[in-house]
């Protein structure tokens, strides 16, 4: 009771000048408190087929707000046995 929840999705593209092409689109009910995991729902580019799940975990900030930080852990390639991907990344 004492956490929220909310849906979100997101496409996360990686466009020229980065080391990987294409977008990840991850969806999923993240909490308020504590971690969540989000399932990777689809894939373009370097990124076609994959499997995976986003780790979202909220930092509370001295000035009242709140960040969030995330973990993208993809599996890729033939069978998705390819290479294993980690991108971590914060947003606010």
Do not use: H, K, M
């Not at 076609?48 to 930092?59: I, K, Q, R, S, Y």
């Amino acid at each position: 009771p004492d956490n929220n929840y909310g849906q979100c999705s997101w496409t996360l593209t990686f466009e020229q000048g980065t080391r990987y092409r294409g977008s990840v689109t991850v969806s999923g009910r993240e909490a308020d408190l504590g971690s969540s995991a989000l399932p990777v729902i689809g894939g373009t580019g370097d990124f076609f087929g994959a499997v995976g799940v986003l780790t979202t975990t909220p930092l509370p900030q001295e000035s009242g707000g709140t960040l969030f930080r995330q973990e993208l852990q993809l599996r890729v390639g033939p069978n998705r046995r390819g290479r294993s991907l980690r991108v971590p990344g914060e947003t606010p």
